[in-house]
């Protein structure tokens, strides 16, 4: 995590006072971070702000305190959204994190008291720099998937000063309350600059408990899964699993009650007790829609008859569905594995290329432009033996420049074409059939750097590349997880395309078992479930047509040579040639009375 820089500040920026609402008399807890409570760029901890009856590193008591109120902080984003302490010069703040346009930095407020009330009072907006940054933000207090404040749009251009939000919204008797601060696209004005995501914090959280007493614990859920405010969670596996613990009362198992979306699920949750903890677990069956948002509302009474609520909102992966159109038949594979083609510049070379997937497709067709010359780089990639350059591999796709192990799996192999590394600014592409039975999958790509994954359409059927996965720019060895349903039995054909910029160069193909999120390479041999691939596939009759007194038939895939037979009753024994062997993908036949049925088969 990268540091701030003094250098753009102002003189006059290094002390920035800030304005924070709902103080004085009032009986507050202030999250204001005046004395650090952790190191700078160190991830909050979430123990902050719970149950406060006095001040202490970071927190500032007015008044009584919120002795019944706990905080869950979470955030929805990149792989570094979050909240980080940050106490320095300028700032004695919460600083949020990667904050790119479209993350969402969250702030759950829960009582463990079925008699306490939240109330969500006001907060402060704190950039980093006086300069041309703005940053705009939608501000909501939600109970569950209920607004109860908002969405209030913030927008402020950045000037090392506190931007106070007041918000006042209070909380039904025993209900969470959650504040989203969700990062959107900045309407900008002359010389104005979209804000850094690393240049803004928030500060002076303030928040108070109804009424200022302090309440009996009541029995409360102490873990849930899915994990609320959770997203990417597969469609087919979102089974729910929650914990309650004694409290000063215990919940009646009796009377346990869980909802998805409003409707009690079926069949019921199961309930069972081990020691202090009641466990209740559901095991979910049908398939969600791609991109949903569902809540599960877990309801109960304790043994004094007092009710209790936990609802958990999860958000469905964006999948795509498969068109039966683009299946093969089962068990159309014949030769298993994939082709793998490669494409370099000289390595001597000085011009600086994009990290981006749009370089790579350029590249691969030969049409990426060497600015030195204004021609066509010229690949320095050898070729392979199949008739587009490209290279038979006969298992699992798991490469690294150094043929070291990088990535997920160990036993990584060099990149077909390329000599041993270092090798920068190459693209690959590898062509895969993958044999799928009917079903939900998700599939993985740990890459450095970038990479699309896409379901091409069979040869002789009409229809768009539909991508899967993509990352579109430079990045470590890291995954990308992307899920998708077939619906149709069936061989689908691939693509995989990478691109390498500078330095270190990996890449693997996987599948994640759900829910059990186990990686397998596809086609690891030594793994009976893992997903076959195939290089070669059985002849395929894509079409026949009638030109005439002829019949033409057309046919994709398999490896010269060929021959097309027929035969007039599907009950008869033997088939007959129809002309000799033939290299070619079509044929014409005269057309006979009756009935009449061709096949082909290949090499």
């Given at each position: 995590?990268?540091?701030?820089?003094?250098?753009?500040?102002?003189?006059?920026?290094?002390?920035?006072?800030?304005?924070?609402?709902?103080?004085g008399a009032q009986a507050d807890t202030v999250i204001d971070f005046n004395t650090a409570p952790g190191p700078v760029n160190a991830t909050v901890d979430q123990a902050l702000g719970d149950y406060v009856t006095a001040s202490s590193d970071g927190v500032t008591v007015t008044g009584f305190g919120t002795p019944n109120i706990g905080l869950t902080w979470s955030a929805v984003g990149e792989g570094d959204t979050g909240w980080e302490?940050?106490?320095?010069?300028?700032?004695?703040?919460?600083?949020?994190?990667?904050?790119?346009?479209?993350?969402?930095?969250?702030?759950t407020f829960t009582p463990n008291s079925a008699s306490a009330r939240v109330v969500v009072k006001s907060f402060s907006f704190h950039p980093y720099y006086n300069s041309t940054e703005r940053f705009s933000y939608n501000v909501s207090v939600l109970a569950g998937t209920n607004l109860l404040s908002g969405p209030t749009l913030v927008s402020f251009l950045s000037n090392a000063a506190k931007h106070p939000v007041s918000i006042n919204a209070t909380g039904a008797i025993g209900q969470t309350l959650k504040l989203r601060i969700s990062r959107v696209a900045s309407n900008l004005g002359a010389s104005e600059v979209e804000g850094d995501p690393y240049d803004i914090a928030v500060d002076d959280i303030t928040f108070a408990q109804l009424p200022a007493s302090v309440l009996p614990i009541g029995p409360q859920?102490?873990?849930?899964?899915?994990?609320?405010?959770?997203?990417?969670?597969?469609?087919?596996?979102?089974?729910?699993?929650?914990?309650?613990?004694?409290?000063a009362t215990t919940p009646v198992a009796s009377s346990i009650k869980l909802k998805l979306d409003g409707v009690l699920v079926s069949p019921p949750a199961t309930v069972t007790s081990v020691g202090d903890l009641t466990n209740v677990s559901y095991t979910a069956t049908s398939l969600l829609a791609s991109g949903s948002t569902h809540v599960y509302t877990l309801t109960y009474a304790d043994n004094l008859a007092v009710n209790?609520?936990?609802?958990?909102?999860?958000?469905?992966?964006?999948?795509?569905?498969?068109?039966?159109?683009?299946?093969?038949?089962?068990?159309?594979?014949?030769?298993?594995?994939?082709?793998?083609?490669?494409?370099?510049?000289?390595?001597?070379?000085?011009?600086?290329?994009?990290?981006?997937?749009a370089r790579a497709k350029a590249q691969l067709a030969g049409t990426l432009i060497?600015?030195?010359?204004?021609?066509?780089?010229?690949?320095?990639?050898?070729?392979?033996?199949?008739?587009?350059?490209?290279?038979?591999?006969?298992?699992?796709?798991?490469?690294?420049?150094?043929?070291?192990?990088?990535?997920?799996?160990?036993?990584?192999?060099?990149?077909?074409?390329?000599?041993?590394?270092?090798?920068?600014?190459?693209?690959?592409?590898?062509?895969?059939?993958?044999?799928?039975?009917?079903?939900?999958?998700?599939?993985?790509?740990?890459?450095?750097?970038?990479?699309?994954?896409?379901?091409l359409a069979p040869q002789g059927v009409p229809g768009a590349p539909i991508r899967l996965g993509i990352f579109d720019n430079g990045r470590g060895a890291s995954d990308t997880l992307f899920d998708f349903l077939v619906q149709t039995s069936g061989v689908y054909s691939f693509q995989l395309i990478y691109f390498e910029n500078q330095g270190s160069a990996s890449c693997e193909l996987f599948s994640v078992s759900l829910p059990a999120g186990t990686k397998t390479l596809v086609n690891d041999p030594a793994t009976l479930s893992a997903i076959k691939s195939y290089r070669v596939l059985r002849p395929h009759l894509t079409r026949i047509a009638r030109s005439g007194s002829n019949a033409v038939i057309d046919w994709a895939y398999g490896t010269p040579p060929f021959q097309l037979q027929f035969k007039n009753n599907l009950t008869n024994a033997v088939w007959t040639d129809v002309g000799g062997p033939t290299s070619a993908r079509t044929a014409t036949t005269p057309l006979l009375p009756g009935n009449g049925f061709f096949r082909v088969y290949g090499k």
């Open positions: 995590m990268k540091l701030k820089k003094f250098a753009k500040l102002r003189p006059g920026a290094l002390i920035a006072i800030g304005v924070c609402l709902g103080r302490y940050y106490n320095d010069s300028v700032w004695s703040a919460i600083q949020l994190n990667d904050s790119t346009v479209g993350s969402s930095h969250r702030l859920v102490v873990s849930v899964t899915p994990a609320d405010d959770a997203t990417g969670v597969a469609a087919n596996s979102y089974s729910y699993l929650a914990s309650i613990t004694n409290g209790y609520t936990n609802e958990t909102v999860f958000t469905v992966i964006s999948y795509a569905v498969l068109p039966g159109a683009y299946a093969l038949p089962p068990g159309s594979g014949i030769v298993p594995g994939f082709t793998y083609r490669s494409v370099a510049v000289n390595q001597d070379t000085t011009n600086v290329l994009a990290s981006s997937v060497d600015v030195s010359t204004g021609a066509p780089f010229t690949n320095t990639a050898s070729l392979g033996t199949n008739a587009d350059g490209s290279f038979s591999q006969d298992t699992v796709l798991n490469f690294s420049d150094f043929a070291t192990s990088q990535g997920d799996f160990p036993d990584d192999l060099q990149f077909p074409g390329l000599e041993a590394g270092p090798y920068d600014w190459f693209s690959t592409e590898a062509l895969l059939y993958l044999d799928l039975p009917a079903g939900y999958y998700r599939l993985g790509v740990n890459s450095d750097d970038g990479f699309e994954f896409n379901a």
